[in-house]
């Protein structure tokens, strides 16, 4: 499966951002955000399954928000209240069986 994250930018902190992710197949297994610094390892952002149930970083509980519409195998990830050190990399991730299918990632700035 292939994934194409879109949505990333340059934000002042307190603003909002609405990243997407398109698969090229239907998706029925979860389907998450990760982000990544230069230098640091990949972390989780969030994750939710087909049926909706979510699951976030403590760090952006109450910020971010994830959704996904089945119909067009798309996952979405609303960001509010975006802090400097949410300044990253971002990508979409599926895991199907035992392979990790990554998005191309998608920038996010968040300037003071």
């Known amino acids: 499966v292939q994934l194409q994250a879109s949505g990333g930018g340059l934000v002042q902190a307190g603003g909002s951002l609405r990243l997407s992710c398109a698969a090229s197949?239907?998706?029925?297994?979860?389907m998450g955000w990760y982000r990544q610094v230069l230098g640091k390892q990949r972390e989780l952002v969030a994750t939710i399954t087909h049926l909706g149930s979510t699951n976030y970083a403590d760090s952006v509980k109450g910020r971010f928000t994830i959704s996904r519409t089945n119909a067009k195998n798309a996952v979405y990830l609303q960001m509010n209240s975006l802090k400097p050190e949410d300044t990253a990399v971002y990508y979409c991730?599926?895991?199907?069986?035992?392979?990790?299918?990554w998005g191309q990632g998608t920038q996010v700035t968040v300037s003071s």
């Open positions: 197949r239907s998706i029925f297994s979860i």
């Open positions: 991730n599926t895991r199907i069986m035992t392979t990790d299918n």
